[in-house]
Structures are given as structure tokens and as C-alpha cells.
């Protein structure tokens, strides 16, 4: 049912966009003249007043208003963003000026039968001061309003970045030119209407409305004023009362803080509630994924996830442990932890699913070390050295692209990867032996490239084992990396430290072979004890790993 009032939400919010937009180009003609305003008026005015336009508009308008409401109401708490707050502010500011303007307009059109031109609506609003305070303060509160959903629709789309600079420079023209086409068109009529002894004269019209009809205007305005006000404070009753009655549950947070909070509201209302900082870039709406928490207790007493909050989550692949804290209402207790800083930002949301997901795989862990390298920047420049690491590492990378590795870590001279990340345990051994047997390879055309510069060919220890791990985004906030954790790579560095001692290229576990179908052909066998493990463990020692694939 949420699902379906978001889309309804965006769908109604940009039929107001797609009236808000060329209304105020329409004021911003006032630069020109009050003419142009009228010409282009008459086509717009042909569509938004016709009954299916008219339709459209108000339908679109009010639906949108009661949609606020609901969310309003379902709101457990008041505490919130301060963008979310201003949002939802700047909202609720728009009926009670808007509604002065639209019985002003297009009630005395379409109820009574008075022609409104731009003429007539200007010299009116600039014979007003406090009119035409309102009404500027109307068209920068409807369009902040317009902005901050815009901003907060796209945010998390991938190009957003970079086409937010046209739209912020849009954002900024738009309602300039419409404010500065109001005051141009006030200023060609304001001398007439002096010059004619004040509006009733300049505006004949005027007389023609009798009093009845002004008392008529009055009170419908009147009457949708009071009625805004008296649905915002019945909403806002109803949500005192539904958060006073009903039980209680507790959310146990990683923090250490134990946190009461109502049944009926959801885990990021809660958090927020009790003044712990969240991350939440979509504000709630289940389109981010950046409030994901792990359920440590209490997960099979959950509710199952909605259709919106299922297809966040398979977006991310995210195991069944994890839920998101904006569409989880827990009613009994529950213990959680946060996944994301409260710092993630849109980045982290708009960034490929693959880099925005924490989860359990089976991967190869492979550590490639670049041996001598000591000596190598002893015997030259900084620069020289720098030369030819780079050279490395460019060699390396390209060895692992080839063969569906992933370059995780940067580690001085050497590197982690990763094999296995999108495909099954056994492709993924084959893959990275191919990717040991490519390295080679090309360390081999570089030394001979490189062979004035060098003392002796350039050398590599390989270390690799398959295993489970903890895939995911890891790091400081602003300086996130794609890696691994687990038993399996810290085993894959103690097999490359063991490529010293047995004088190879390669130490791979013989369970990693196993797995990707290949015989270790003359390569002698180990059994090493590895630290943090009890068991020994049975190694190869490979001498040069394009071996593994002759037939």
C-alpha cells in the first residue's frame, strides 16, 4: 500500500511541477512585457482550465496535500533531519497562502465568471503591499518546496552529480526571473493606474463584482482556510493519540543505549528519537538503503518486510539478518546493529550495488608482493622508483581485469585482490590461478622492458586460499574501499610470506586447487602450521604458475 502512495506522491508532485515550471517562465515574460505574460497565458490557460487539466491540477494538488497528511499522522515522532523538517515545513506553509490566490483567480473565473488577466492580477497584488508580500513569499515557499523533492528524488540517481549543476543554476534563474517579471510588469502599470486615480478607476471591471460576490469570495476563503487548519490539527491529534496508546518495545543499540519506544514506530524513529544520529538519505522512503541495520535479537518476532522494503534489500543482496530501520516496526524487542555511518551521504546510496552491500561470500583472497623492492628504491632516485612501481602495478591490474579479479587494497609494494566476487567458488579458484599464471606472464615482459634500468628481473610472491569472508564497503566515510575480511585472506598473507622460505612464486592452498579442477602437476607439497589456525593446513609451492594449464 506504501509502496503505492510513494509513487503517487512523485506522480502528483511533478503534475504540480509540470504547472509550477511554466507558470513562473510565464511571470518571468514580465521583463518584457505585461503582453508577453498574456500570449504565452493563453495557451497554458487553455490546457489548465479545461475539465481535464483542471482535473489533473487540483486532483494532482490535493491528493498531494492529503498524502502529507497521512504521513504526517503516521509519524511516531517529530524528530527528524533538519532538510526533512524544513521539507515538510515548507509544505504545510503552501495552503494557507495559496488558497487566497486560487479563490482570488480561478473561483472568481470559474464560479462567478470574471475575466483575470495578468493586468488586472499584478496591478491588484502592487496596490497591496502585504498581498504582494504574500505573494512572493508563496512563490519562493512553492518553489524551496519543489526544489527539496526534486533534490531528494534524484539525489540517489548515478548521474545526478553531474548534471546537479545545471539544475541548481535552473533553481536559481527560474524564480529570480519570475520574482524580477513580477516587479517589471509593476512597474510599467503602477504609473497608469496613479495617472488613472487608482485600480477601481483603471480597472472598470472591478465594479462589476457586487458586494454579494465579494462577501461570496470571502467566504470561501474563509471557509478552506479553516477548513486547512482544522484537518492539520485533527492529523496531528490523531498521531498524539495513536503514539500515547498501545504497548511499548525495547531496541537494544549497538551504541549500549537501550531505547523504549511505541509500538507502531519504526526502528529509525526510535533511534532519532532517542537523539542517536541515523544515516537515512531518502528520508524514510525505503529507496536508499542507507539506514540498514543487522538484526542481532529478536528477528523471526519481526514483521515480514513490506514489497518496497524486499526489493531495497534484494537490490543490495542483503542477507536475512538485515532489515531497513525506516520500514521496520518491531513489536516486541529487539537488538540492532547499524550498518552505515550516520555520515553516509547520497554517494553511498547512488554508488553500484556491488560496493554498497556488506555480505558473507565465498571468495579467493590472493596477496602479490613485489620481492626486492627494498633494495630497488636504495639504488635509485625516488622518481626512477616510483617509475617502476607504478609500471608494477599497472601490470598487475591489467593481469587481474583479464581474469575477472578485483583490485581491493593497495599495500606498499604489493596488493590485495579478490576472485569471485559475481561468480561460484570453483570459477573463482580457476580464475585466480589463471590470474597467478598472467601475472607472471607480464612481470616477465616488464623485467625484460625494463632491463637496462634493472640489477635483476623483477620477482613476485603469490599468496592465495579460498574461504569465506565479509564482503563489503569498508573504511572512513569519506575514504571508502571495496574489500575482504575473514580466516581466508589473512591465510592468503602468511601463504605469501611463505614464498620467501620455499623460494617460489606461488603458495596455494591444495583445497584452493581442488576447487578449480587443476593438478599441481611436479609442485611439492607442505603441510604448514598457519597462525590463528590449530590445524596444519596443506600448501603447494608452486615455482611457476602458467604450469597449472599445460597439458
Aim: with cysteine; aromatic share 8%.
Amino acid at each position: 500500500m506504501r509502496r503505492y502512495e510513494r509513487w503517487l506522491r512523485l506522480a502528483t508532485g511533478l503534475i504540480l511541477a509540470c504547472y509550477v515550471v511554466p507558470h513562473f517562465l510565464n511571470h518571468s515574460l514580465g521583463v518584457v512585457s505585461i503582453d508577453a505574460m498574456d500570449r504565452l497565458r493563453g495557451p497554458l490557460a487553455a490546457w489548465w482550465r479545461s475539465a481535464p487539466g483542471t482535473v489533473l491540477l487540483y486532483g494532482s494538488l490535493l491528493t498531494h496535500f492529503a498524502l502529507a497528511l497521512a504521513s504526517l499522522y503516521r509519524r511516531t515522532t517529530l524528530r527528524m533531519p533538519a532538510w526533512e523538517a524544513t521539507q515538510l515545513v515548507l509544505g504545510l506553509a503552501v495552503p494557507p497562502l495559496l488558497i487566497a490566490h486560487v479563490v482570488g483567480t480561478r473561483f472568481a473565473w470559474f464560479l462567478l465568471g470574471h475575466h483575470i488577466a495578468y493586468q488586472r492580477v499584478v496591478g491588484l497584488l502592487w496596490a497591496d503591499p502585504d498581498a504582494a508580500l504574500r505573494q512572493a513569499a508563496l512563490l519562493l515557499i512553492v518553489w524551496t518546496h519543489l526544489c527539496y523533492g526534486i533534490h531528494y528524488w534524484l539525489r540517489i540517481q548515478r548521474w545526478y552529480a553531474n548534471g546537479r549543476p545545471v539544475l541548481f543554476a535552473a533553481a536559481l534563474l527560474i524564480p529570480s526571473l519570475a520574482l524580477a517579471g513580477f516587479a517589471a510588469a509593476g512597474h510599467e502599470l503602477w504609473p497608469a493606474i496613479e495617472g488613472a486615480g487608482g485600480t477601481l478607476v483603471y480597472y472598470p471591471e472591478l465594479g462589476n463584482m457586487s458586494g454579494a460576490e465579494r462577501e461570496q469570495l470571502l467566504e470561501w476563503r474563509q471557509g478552506l482556510e479553516l477548513a486547512f487548519w482544522a484537518l492539520l490539527a485533527a492529523t496531528l491529534l490523531a498521531r498524539w493519540l495513536r503514539t500515547r496508546l498501545g504497548g511499548t518495545y525495547q531496541l537494544h543499540h549497538a551504541s549500549g543505549r537501550v531505547i523504549s519506544a511505541p509500538i507502531g514506530r519504526t526502528i529509525l524513529e526510535a533511534v532519532r528519537d532517542a537523539g542517536l544520529p541515523h544515516a537515512s538519505v531518502c528520508g524514510g522512503r525505503a529507496r536508499c538503503t542507507t539506514c540498514r541495520v543487522r538484526i542481532v535479537e529478536g528477528l523471526a518476532r519481526l514483521p515480514a518486510p513490506g514489497r518496497a522494503e524486499a526489493l531495497a534489500l534484494a537490490r543490495v543482496e542483503a542477507p536475512p539478518n538485515v532489515r531497513l530501520a525506516c520500514q521496520t516496526r518491531p513489536r516486541t524487542d529487539v537488538a540492532i546493529v547499524p550498518l552505515l555511518p550516520p555520515s553516509a551521504t547520497d554517494a553511498a546510496a547512488a554508488r553500484r550495488p556491488g560496493a554498497a552491500r556488506e555480505r558473507e561470500r565465498p571468495v579467493v583472497a590472493m596477496f602479490v608482493d613485489l620481492r626486492g623492492s627494498t633494495r630497488l628504491a636504495e639504488s635509485r632516485l625516488p622518481y626512477d622508483v616510483v617509475f617502476i612501481m607504478n609500471q608494477f602495478f599497472s601490470e598487475m591490474y591489467a593481469a587481474l581485469r583479464t581474469t575477472n579479479g578485483y583490485y581491493a587494497q593497495f599495500r606498499g609494494d604489493g596488493l590485495l585482490a579478490l576472485y569471485g566476487l559475481d561468480t561460484d567458488i570453483a570459477q573463482a579458484c580457476r580464475d585466480a590461478m589463471r590470474g597467478a599464471a598472467e601475472m607472471q606472464r607480464r612481470l616477465e615482459l616488464l623485467s625484460q622492458s625494463l632491463r637496462a634500468e634493472l640489477a635483476e628481473p623483477l620477482k613476485i610472491g603469490i599468496g592465495a586460499h579460498a574461504g569465506v569472508a565479509i564482503v563489503g564497503t569498508m573504511g572512513p566515510p569519506d575514504a571508502p574501499i571495496y574489500s575482504a575480511i575473514g580466516d581466508n585472506v589473512n591465510i592468503a598473507a602468511r601463504f605469501e610470506g611463505m614464498t620467501k622460505a620455499y623460494a617460489c612464486v606461488l603458495v596455494v592452498s591444495a583445497e584452493t586447487l581442488a576447487h578449480a579442477g587443476l593438478e599441481p602437476r611436479a609442485a611439492p607439497l607442505h603441510h604448514v602450521r598457519v597462525r590463528g589456525r590449530n590445524e596444519r593446513m596443506n600448501v603447494y609451492a608452486i615455482n611457476d604458475p602458467r604450469k597449472l594449464f599445460e597439458s
